[in-house]
């Protein structure tokens, strides 16, 4: 039940051709037919207590009117007596302007699919009319929305099957314009062009988001320009050791690439219209951001995965075969599969220091994540620690690792076939569990998945299950950590030999061969970018930026959780 302090306006309107008496608060839109009212003995001007249908505001797209034409395309003049020359004419008038509207609300389609359907009302007149549009339109503008007024739109027209222009035009436009939402589109003409605008030239002052009608590579192409743009307006000097300054831009993602691994991971689905209506009710976020180093000196952020070993052989591979589209990352996993390439390597990390998060708890990452609300919490209470401390945040910006301690600092030596880090599950189309379906989008830690040399049947075993979603820590030559922060670097020197020899004493031909695999390296698989240097280091850090998203929902909600009105199956009816 609403309070009356949240009432904004009331009036009998038309709806199915029944007269009902529709209220707006500042959080639903609620109607109730008046025979009812009258009924049960309500008072017309509290139909908070009783009410057949509503409309939750935040999930309201926006309001139109509906063009009733009048009855008659001319004014009808007729005679209230017999033909007299001596009697006048009476003038029949009609309506001018439009006496309806039409309220565009959110529905589930099936899956985590999100389409937009309109309940249509009908008033007395156009004056009533109007002053309905503008109320609701008032309503959706509240602060507590957090909906966003302008944009700033970038198209790759090279993106996966270079539909991106036509998916915009013909899908997202129309719904921005549904929803009164200013946008500025900008075409890219090159690699990196959208990174380069949003870092040095485009105007941030007076938008609410940056969206991305593309692919993942150009997402990291928007979230790097955004993060480096706003360390510079802070005068944070990006090295191997800062924390970065949150900024206070949403980006969206609206899936037009060959992989849409981000869309799929944050919404449940890769879909044109689901994206863009969490854009335009203003969902909101926050996912974990990787800064990578390379020999002690930042390179750029990441958020999905970093791959080294076959990921990077895949990747590295696949650039050469642009020409062939998407397929071209089919091509060059079979051919690296068969290669069954493998890399000697150390590898440090330090755990995450909660003992009861693991890649394997079982725990998803849902809409609402209890996890991730926790890992917030913890920055906002150091966030206020380091203020009450009179912290300089303007010497380093905030402190956004979200660990309860220092955690346990372990090494791994051996020889590897993968070395795969992730910030997310990973979900897409291919694998919809993703490659650590427990990973968390904001609990500040990243999920570090080891394969160690094995034959080709094993890593396609790995692989299978992968896909399926599947347990793979049973394998044994796979482990599996949640951890901070991770550095790797190759075993390439010839002081790195007692290390993997474990101080056996090796025959001239065996220290030769040794010698020979120890001069192999691969690449970094960063976000689809390749890092030719191996040696990296990888710190998280937690929820540094908002997506135009909300999470995954939880389809398996009980009836008991849902709102016995605005969740009611006969409201698909409307």
């Given at each position: 039940?609403?309070?009356?302090?949240?009432?904004?306006?009331?009036?009998?309107?038309?709806?199915?051709?029944?007269?009902?008496?529709?209220?707006?608060?500042?959080?639903?839109?609620?109607?109730?037919?008046?025979?009812?009212?009258?009924?049960?003995?309500?008072?017309?001007?509290?139909?908070?207590?009783?009410?057949?249908?509503?409309?939750?505001?935040?999930?309201?797209?926006?309001?139109?009117?509906?063009?009733?034409?009048?009855?008659?395309?001319?004014?009808?003049?007729?005679?209230?007596?017999?033909?007299?020359?001596?009697?006048?004419?009476?003038?029949?008038?009609?309506?001018?302007?439009?006496?309806?509207?039409?309220?565009?609300?959110?529905?589930?389609?099936?899956?985590?699919?999100?389409?937009?359907?309109?309940?249509?009302?009908?008033?007395?007149?156009?004056?009533?009319?109007?002053?309905?549009?503008?109320?609701?339109?008032?309503?959706?503008?509240?602060?507590?929305?957090?909906?966003?007024?302008?944009?700033?739109?970038?198209?790759?027209?090279?993106?996966?099957?270079?539909?991106?222009?036509?998916?915009?035009?013909?899908?997202?436009?129309?719904?921005?314009?549904?929803?009164?939402?200013?946008?500025?589109?900008?075409?890219?003409?090159?690699?990196?062009?959208?990174?380069?605008?949003?870092?040095?030239?485009?105007?941030?002052?007076?938008?609410?988001?940056?969206?991305?009608?593309?692919?993942?590579?150009?997402?990291?192409?928007?979230?790097?320009?955004?993060?480096?743009?706003?360390?510079?307006?802070?005068?944070?000097?990006?090295?191997?050791?800062?924390?970065?300054?949150?900024?206070?831009?949403?980006?969206?993602?609206?899936?037009?690439?060959?992989?849409?691994?981000?869309?799929?991971?944050?919404?449940?689905?890769?879909?044109?219209?689901?994206?863009?209506?969490?854009?335009?009710?203003?969902?909101?976020?926050?996912?974990?951001?990787?800064?990578?180093?390379?020999?002690?000196?930042?390179?750029?952020?990441?958020?999905?995965?970093?791959?080294?070993?076959?990921?990077?052989?895949?990747?590295?591979?696949?650039?050469?075969?642009?020409?062939?589209?998407?397929?071209?990352?089919?091509?060059?996993?079979?051919?690296?599969?068969?290669?069954?390439?493998?890399?000697?390597?150390?590898?440090?990390?330090?755990?995450?220091?909660?003992?009861?998060?693991?890649?394997?708890?079982?725990?998803?990452?849902?809409?609402?994540?209890?996890?991730?609300?926790?890992?917030?919490?913890?920055?906002?209470?150091?966030?206020?620690?380091?203020?009450?401390?009179?912290?300089?945040?303007?010497?380093?910006?905030?402190?956004?690792?979200?660990?309860?301690?220092?955690?346990?600092?372990?090494?791994?030596?051996?020889?590897?076939?993968?070395?795969?880090?992730?910030?997310?599950?990973?979900?897409?189309?291919?694998?919809?569990?993703?490659?650590?379906?427990?990973?968390?989008?904001?609990?500040?830690?990243?999920?570090?998945?080891?394969?160690?040399?094995?034959?080709?049947?094993?890593?396609?075993?790995?692989?299978?299950?992968?896909?399926?979603?599947?347990?793979?820590?049973?394998?044994?030559?796979?482990?599996?950590?949640?951890?901070?922060?991770?550095?790797?670097?190759?075993?390439?020197?010839?002081?790195?030999?007692?290390?993997?020899?474990?101080?056996?004493?090796?025959?001239?031909?065996?220290?030769?061969?040794?010698?020979?695999?120890?001069?192999?390296?691969?690449?970094?698989?960063?976000?689809?970018?390749?890092?030719?240097?191996?040696?990296?280091?990888?710190?998280?850090?937690?929820?540094?930026?908002?997506?135009?998203?909300?999470?995954?929902?939880?389809?398996?909600?009980?009836e008991d959780q849902k709102c016995k009105t605005c969740c009611n199956p006969a409201f698909e009816k409307l």
């Open positions: 039940m609403a309070n009356t302090e949240d009432f904004v306006f009331q009036s009998q309107v038309e709806h199915q051709n029944k007269t009902h008496h529709l209220t707006l608060t500042r959080w639903q839109l609620i109607w109730e037919a008046t025979s009812k009212q009258n009924a049960s003995g309500s008072q017309a001007t509290e139909p908070l207590l009783c009410h057949d249908t509503c409309i939750d505001l935040k999930e309201v797209i926006g309001v139109k009117p509906i063009k009733i034409p009048p009855k008659s395309s001319t004014v009808s003049l007729k005679r209230t007596h017999k033909v007299d020359e001596n009697v006048p004419y009476c003038i029949e008038m009609q309506p001018i302007g439009p006496v309806g509207f039409s309220v565009y609300v959110v529905i589930r389609a099936g899956g985590h699919k999100w389409r937009c359907k309109q309940t249509a009302f009908q008033c007395k007149d156009s004056n009533l009319c109007q002053q309905w549009i503008t109320m609701i339109k008032e309503a959706l503008k509240a602060p507590v929305f957090n909906r966003p007024q302008k944009l700033v739109v970038f198209v790759n027209p090279f993106s996966g099957k270079k539909k991106a222009v036509r998916i915009y035009r013909e899908k997202v436009l129309p719904l921005f314009e549904l929803a009164d939402i200013k946008v500025t589109l900008i075409e890219t003409e090159r690699q990196n062009h959208a990174r380069d605008l949003v870092k040095d030239s485009l105007d941030l002052s007076d938008i609410d988001g940056l969206i991305c009608v593309g692919g993942d590579g150009m997402f990291s192409e928007i979230l790097n320009g955004l993060l480096n743009r706003t360390e510079q307006d802070n005068d944070v000097e990006e090295t191997c050791s800062f924390d970065p300054v949150p900024p206070d831009i949403r980006i969206g993602i609206i899936p037009a690439g060959s992989t849409n691994t981000i869309v799929y991971t944050t919404t449940g689905v890769s879909d044109v219209v689901t994206s863009t209506l969490h854009i335009l009710i203003g969902d909101s976020i926050g996912i974990d951001v990787n800064s990578v180093n390379v020999d002690d000196k930042f390179i750029r952020y990441s958020v999905t995965m970093l791959g080294y070993g076959y990921m990077g052989d895949l990747l590295k591979d696949s650039d050469s075969n642009r020409w062939m589209g998407p397929k071209r990352y089919n091509w060059s996993g079979t051919k690296k599969f068969l290669a069954n390439n493998s890399y000697y390597g150390e590898i440090k990390f330090r755990l995450s220091p909660n003992n009861d998060s693991s890649p394997i708890d079982e725990v998803k990452c849902v809409s609402g994540c209890e996890t991730c609300y926790r890992a917030r919490e913890n920055v906002n209470s150091r966030l206020c620690d380091n203020f009450i401390e009179h912290v300089d945040f303007s010497a380093g910006g905030a402190d956004l690792d979200s660990s309860d301690g220092e955690g346990e600092w372990q090494t791994v030596i051996g020889k590897f076939v993968a070395v795969n880090m992730v910030t997310m599950s990973c979900s897409c189309d291919l694998s919809p569990a993703g490659m650590s379906p427990y990973c968390h989008l904001g609990d500040g830690c990243m999920d570090l998945i080891l394969v160690q040399d094995c034959s080709r049947i094993d890593f396609l075993k790995f692989l299978m299950r992968t896909a399926k979603g599947e347990e793979r820590h049973q394998l044994d030559f796979i482990q599996m950590h949640r951890v901070k922060e991770f550095t790797f670097r190759p075993l390439t020197e010839e002081s790195d030999l007692d290390s993997i020899s474990n101080g056996e004493d090796m025959s001239s031909s065996k220290i030769a061969k040794l010698k020979r695999q120890t001069s192999k390296t691969s690449v970094w698989n960063c976000d689809g970018e390749v890092i030719p240097h191996p040696k990296v280091n990888v710190r998280v850090h937690c929820q540094l930026v908002k997506l135009f998203a909300r999470g995954v929902e939880d389809l398996n909600m009980t």
